[in-house]
Structure formats: C-alpha cells, structure tokens
C-alpha cells in the first residue's frame, strides 16, 4: 500500500481556538485550546498510519516507496514538509525563523556544547531552515515584515507619544532604513523593569484613544467613494486596537514595541501569505492550512512565555522593509488540474494547492503528498487502492505511485514537494 489514512495528533496551545478545529473535524468542542492539527512525519508528533505505526517510521523502512527516488535523493529519508491546521484566537509568539546555513552552523554548535534536544534553551533542534505559508480558511490577521518607514512614521505619530515621535523621526530620515530599524529593534527588545512597564501604560492609553480617534474621523467615509479612508489609516487602526490588546495579555514584554513597526496583514479567505527565512512575524488570530519545511528552529522575541532567544534573533532578522508578504496562487496546471489552485514559493520541500472537486475525478502528479479534505465527501484512488474522505479526514500517498486521482465532491488541500 502507498495510500495510507491518517491519524493525526493535535496540539493545544493556550493560544488556540477552541472551536475551529473540532468544527472541521465533526466534533464537539471540549473546552480545550485546538491550536495546531499536524499531518505529517516530523518526530516530534508524527502522523499515524491505521496500523499504529508512526509515518516516519513507515518512512524509514521504505523510503523508496514512500518518497520516491527524486525525493529520496533531495532529502534523504524523511518527509521534508509539514502540513498543519492552525487556529488562533490569541497571538502566537513574535518569531523568526533561519536560513539552511545558519541552522546547520548553529545546529551543530548547540549539539558540540551539549544541550538536551529537548532543553527550553536550545533554539536550534534540527539543521533545517522553516519557511512557512498560511492559506486562509477564515479571516485571518497577524503581522509579517517591517512596514515601508514613511508609512510607520505616520502611525507612530498618531499615537501622540515623544518618545515614538523620536523613533519615527529617525526611521523616516535614514537613507539606509534596515540600520536604523536594526538599532531601533535592539534598543526597544533592550527596555526593562519601569521604564518598560511605564512605556507600555503610555502605550495602552494612547492606542486606545487612537483608535476612537481613528474610527470617529472614518464616520460617513465609504469604502470605494472619493472620501474612501487611505489604507494607512485603516492599518492604523489595526495597529493601534492590535496594540492595545497586546499590552493588556503582555503587559510586561517588550516584543510589543516592536510590533508597532511590522506590516499588519489581514487575509480574506481564499488568501495566502509566505514567511520566509529572516522575516519578523506574528499571527493574532484565525483559522487556516500551514505548509512549511519541516522544521521546529524558532527564534522568539517576545509575545510568549516560552524561551527567547534575542541576541541570535537580532542576527538572524532580515530589517528591510517589505510590502505584506502575500502570495498569489497560478492556475496553469495542465487539464487534470484545471479546477487547482497551486501556492507555489521559491522553496525546495513544499506547495500547496487547492482542489475544487465536482464530480469529475481529477489527477495529482507523482510525489509524497498528504491530502486533507475540507468540505465535502471524495475518494482518492491510487494503484493500490482507494480511500474515502470526509471533512477533517486526511491520508499520505506515497511518491511511487504513478497515477493517483480524486473524485467526488468537495474542496481538498494538498501537502506536496513541487
């Protein structure tokens, strides 16, 4: 067999939704936070094929198989992506992710000194880098990259403070922006003890009275009329309800601050964005599909009660600004794709498409993929046998299998290497 059911484990976070995931699933809430669902072989919480055996350890003991030779060769014998639900009601820590060379330097460097896999300290657990990609099931918000200067400087100031009036000064004059925000960054991750929490009840007054102040002057202001609100001061408004929440479930940390300075991207349903090596980033609240490279190296700054890591955070950030780091799906996937959408970012382990299926079977090209069906009801069928999906359910085709195709009626994520 190389089509394999999967049971997947769920992991939950205080920062999950307690209702997202249980609703795909068809079943009840329980109470408990429902952040991530994982499908896939990573060893920390692999996927389970319907014998009991781990997919990983499936894996190694066929990897040509189950990944295929062109798999196989690029990646050795694991799975080289990781496809999650993820569901958000609170903010998820202000992270970084490495690049492959700095994970494999520092991978080995923590490994030389010592430090347990599993020690709260080890910022590195594996020699991988962890690019990322949310497709948006729900609404879907969080903060990625550093906003074009001019316009933090603009939401700085509403907030009417000196010292970020100082800030957005210096961010707005500097030819050479990534330096100054560079330093900026350092010296907010640097603020302590009163001067920080006076910082931040400075802060949470402002940003409140700056959202009321923002939303009166938008009153009678359509959307798509002449006296439409530019979008700097609809991301001002974000930010500054954004911040205030921030403050009142961090009052002491930080990573605050430099979520002042980020781009707050908001993402219909449908939409995706890409995180990839160095980009500063946040998600706040939603419900969607993640791909990434499966990787645990994450670098926190703040927004958590886990672990930071700022000093090599500080090393690793990319400080040039960035549009929103949307991504855009293509279409062009030949005939038995004609109903796909493929998120595809410059990266060797993984894409993402969306399947619409409607009665006619569609097929899927030859490489380890997990798919999870969304809504609906539809079979996949490969040389080896079929499988019936519901909403929720999900299963592993292996790389060797020549043809595999779906049927049926419904929407479908798939999990592959490109």
Known sequence: MTVFLLENPMRDYAWGSRT?????????PDGRPWAELWMGAHPSAPSRLPDGTSLQDA????????????????????????MKLLAASEPLSLQVHPTSERARIRFAEQDAAGIPMDAPERSYPDASHKPELIYALTRFEGMAGFRDPAKTAVILRGLGLRWLDEVADRIEATPTPFQTLRTVVTEMLGTSGELLRHRLRE????????????????????????????????????????????????????????????NHV?????????????????????FGVEIMAASDNVLRAGLTPKHVDIPELLEVTNFTPIPPPLWAPTHDLGDDEAEASIFSPPVEEFELVLLGVDGEAIGLRSTPQVLLCLDGHVEVTSSTGSVDLSAGASVFVGGSEDRVTVSGCGRVAVGRTP
Do not use: C, N, W
Not at 20 to 28: C, D, F, Y
Not at 207 to 214: F, H, M, N, P
Not at 215 to 231: E, I, M, N, Q, W
């Open 203 to 262: 802060l949470r007054a402002a940003a409140s009275t700056a959202e009321l102040r923002s939303h009166s002057s938008f009153a009678g202001r359509r959307v798509g009329t002449a006296d439409d609100p530019s979008l700097v001061e609809r991301e001002s408004v974000r930010v500054y309800a954004a911040t205030a929440q921030l403050v009142d479930q961090y009052p002491g940390d930080a990573g605050v601050l430099v979520t002042l300075l980020l």
């Open 20 to 28: 997202h995931i249980p609703k795909l699933l068809g079943r009840s």
């Open 266 to 286: 908001v993402l219909a349903a449908g939409e995706a964005m890409f995180i990839d090596a160095g980009v500063i980033h946040a998600y706040t609240s939603g």
């Open 59 to 82: 894996i190694t003991a066929d990897p040509a198989t189950l990944l295929g030779p062109r798999v196989q060769a690029s990646f050795g014998e694991r799975l080289p992506f990781l």
